[in-house]
């Protein structure tokens, strides 16, 4: 049983149209302080902006004991030309990449996986409100203006996505502002879903 369900949540990954997904034990999720820390320094401009960003969202230490109530994730990714990454056409993926995440959390929910947790990438704010002067949620006005589609921050999470790609296989190369297109052409975005059958806390 666990099986075919987990078949139906992987095919509707593929549905969706992300490039590729795998089901993994979470215990292979590695979770690193530092990581986090970088949000800050050297710094995103995402920092502080939103309530899935930190310093607002949960701190790796709290995230890491929340995994122990999950036992299986699905990581997914969309393959993304390398210029597209380092324009701003990387806000549109990383869009598609927390609704989808969002779309796998609810999907999974339907399929029995008790309080299923969608993560994804990049800064909600700035993806979905960056024409808007303050997040509601953090300014305590009212709730997320997008709560079915933003998701929690993976890098602000602390999560190791370089390592987990190499884990599972896939391909993965730094993009920044150096990168050159020619030499690497293609980079990822990706998400997760975090999985249990068990309502967590439970012994």
């Given at each position: 049983m666990e099986n075919a369900r987990e078949q139906l949540l992987l095919q509707h990954a593929l549905e969706l149209g992300v490039s590729d997904a795998r089901l993994i034990d979470a215990d292979?999720?590695?979770?690193?302080?530092?990581?986090?820390?970088?949000?800050k320094d050297p710094g995103c401009p995402g920092y502080g902006q939103g309530a899935n960003c930190p310093p607002h969202v949960m701190q790796p230490v709290?995230?890491?004991?929340?995994?122990?109530?999950?036992?299986?994730a699905m990581v997914f990714k969309f393959d993304v030309p390398t210029e597209v990454l380092l324009g701003d056409g990387r806000f549109e993926v990383s869009r598609i990449v927390h609704e989808s995440a969002?779309?796998?959390?609810?999907h999974a929910l339907a399929c029995g996986y008790a309080a299923a947790r969608g993560l994804a990438a990049g800064s909600c704010r700035r993806i979905f409100c960056p024409e808007e002067k303050h997040c509601r949620v953090l300014e305590g006005d009212g709730g997320c203006?997008?709560?079915?589609?933003?998701?929690?921050?993976?890098?602000?999470?602390?999560v190791n996505f370089f390592e987990l790609s190499r884990t599972v296989g896939w391909p993965i190369h730094k993009i920044t502002s150096?990168?050159?297109?020619?030499?690497?052409?293609?980079g990822l975005m990706a998400g997760m879903v975090l999985l249990t059958l068990a309502?967590?806390?439970?012994?």
């Open positions: 292979r999720i590695r979770v690193e302080d530092a990581l986090a820390k970088i949000c709290a995230f890491r004991r929340l995994l122990r109530d999950y036992p299986r969002a779309n796998l959390e609810r203006r997008h709560p079915d589609a933003a998701r929690p921050s993976i890098s602000g999470l602390g150096e990168s050159n297109p020619d030499e690497v052409p293609m309502a967590p806390g439970t012994p």
